[in-house]
């Protein structure tokens, strides 16, 4: 995946947007009265969420399997109201993030990854390993900053970077607009 900033101007986007009921499916469902309240189910969510993440993965390689680069953009939920009011959602409806499909004008060297024992877990969550892993994965992603930014991104972790962004103001609108759209009630 690549930063937006490395696209050339010629960009699709897309909007990823769960839609749990759309006016066809009212239209075709005999007992909707009944059936309605199913939607606003938490589980309904999850599953809704699940799906839509995994077309988006599937985009995503289909995408660059032709050349392509793509960034996934969830600034699209820093207004959630006005996404939704530009892309007309219905209820029943929660954008999720956007897609930015573009040819790459560079390839960038990969940024390093989280060590492997930090994401994958065998039999149970191993606690004991996190922090060596993230300390010295800390020290990898510190030269790749600074190599990358010149020098002028000294002393940045992986571990700050995050830190820094659980700390902020988070967007707030999403739960109020999540119940306005009957979801995730129950
Ligand atoms: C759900 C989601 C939302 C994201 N939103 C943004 C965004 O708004 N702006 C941005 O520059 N990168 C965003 N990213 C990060 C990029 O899509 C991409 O993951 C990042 O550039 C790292 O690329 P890499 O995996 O090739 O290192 C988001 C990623 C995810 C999974």
Redesign the pocket.
């Known amino acids: 995946?690549?930063?937006?900033k490395n696209m050339w101007k010629k960009t699709a986007f897309f909007f990823l947007c769960l839609l749990l009921i759309n006016t066809a499916t009212k239209a075709s469902a005999k007992n909707m009265e009944r059936t309605s309240p199913l939607w606003t189910h938490t589980q309904r969510l999850f599953v809704a969420y699940g799906d839509a993440a995994f077309a988006a993965q599937n985009m995503a390689l289909a995408a660059e399997s032709l050349g392509l680069g793509i960034?996934?953009?969830?600034?699209i939920l820093n207004d959630v109201y006005k996404t939704a009011d530009i892309l007309q959602l219905p209820e029943y409806t929660y954008p999720l993030?956007g897609m930015a499909v573009g040819y790459p004008n560079h390839s960038p060297e990969?940024?390093p990854r989280l060590p492997q024992d930090v994401i994958f877990h065998r039999n149970h969550y191993d606690r004991e390993q996190l922090k060596p892993s993230l300390d010295e994965y800390d020290k990898i992603i510190g030269q790749y900053y600074e190599s990358r930014t010149g020098g002028t991104k000294e002393d940045e972790t992986w571990t700050k970077q995050i830190a820094r962004g659980l700390s902020g103001p988070l967007r707030k609108a999403l739960k109020p607009y999540l119940e306005e759209q009957h979801l995730g009630l129950r």
Request: glycine share 8%; with cysteine.
């Open positions: 995946m690549l930063p937006i960034c996934y953009i969830g600034s993030f990969q940024k």
